[in-house]
């Protein structure tokens, strides 16, 4: 899974989706015509993912191949082919560290040493109280607000080193913390502010750059 490296585990004999997922799925499928169901087997995947709490075992799979009607060989195919599947337990905590261009311009490199010093682990490894898992991922697409990286669903942006750190302290610890940019930035406007559409920045409660000199929220 994406070159995480896991220690043995054992692959669970059977997987069945709850009550709660039976029902999901039924809609899932009702957004397809009968005759092409087998183009569910994304969601699917997802929803078992989830369900297993970060993975899919080949059990999930061949569940999953059963419902759609379709052969657990592409099932397989689709499941490692998309690297948002992981097919081997990962931490609760899935690091996700963008390292292309505009990310390590603007210093992931150092973003990913914090990381792991404080945790202890290395990039495709999981710590060893199982909460964080480290990986290495291509653009996520959050360049503007470059360094960042992507926690299960969440993005956290304009990273540094010591908030790196904060952050990791905090999830580690249960506090809350502050999802998207990490300085304040609204949306993917410039550092500064706004720099455009003035009346509506104003409008919306954002602060100009001639007003704060920093942009974000006023």
Request: charged letters at 25%; glycine letters at 10%; aromatic letters at 6%.
């Amino acid at each position: 899974m994406g070159g995480v490296r896991v220690k043995k585990f054992e692959q669970p004999k059977n997987f069945k989706f709850s009550k709660e997922n039976l029902g999901k799925i039924d809609a899932v499928l009702k957004k397809y015509p009968s005759n092409q169901k087998q183009s569910a087997v994304m969601p699917l995947l997802d929803m078992a993912q989830r369900q297993q709490g970060g993975w899919i075992p080949e059990a999930a799979m061949e569940e999953i191949a059963r419902i759609l009607d379709m052969s657990r060989l592409k099932v397989f195919e689709v499941a490692t082919f998309y690297t948002m599947y992981n097919l081997a337990p990962v931490g609760g905590y899935l690091l996700q560290f963008c390292t292309t261009t505009p990310c390590w311009l603007c210093g992931s490199g150092d973003i990913v040493k914090a990381a792991e010093d404080h945790l202890g682990a290395k990039i495709g490894e999981t710590t060893k109280d199982g909460k964080f898992t480290l990986v290495e991922v291509e653009c996520l697409g959050a360049c503007v607000n470059a360094p960042m990286v992507q926690i299960n669903d969440d993005y956290y942006e304009d990273l540094t080193p010591e908030t790196m750190v904060a952050l990791l302290k905090n999830l580690k610890t249960g506090k809350k913390v502050t999802i998207g940019s990490q300085t304040g930035r609204m949306g993917s406007c410039a550092q500064e502010g706004p720099t455009s559409l003035a009346e509506q920045a104003k409008k919306a409660k954002i602060a100009m750059a001639e007003d704060s000199g920093k942009g974000g929220k006023a």
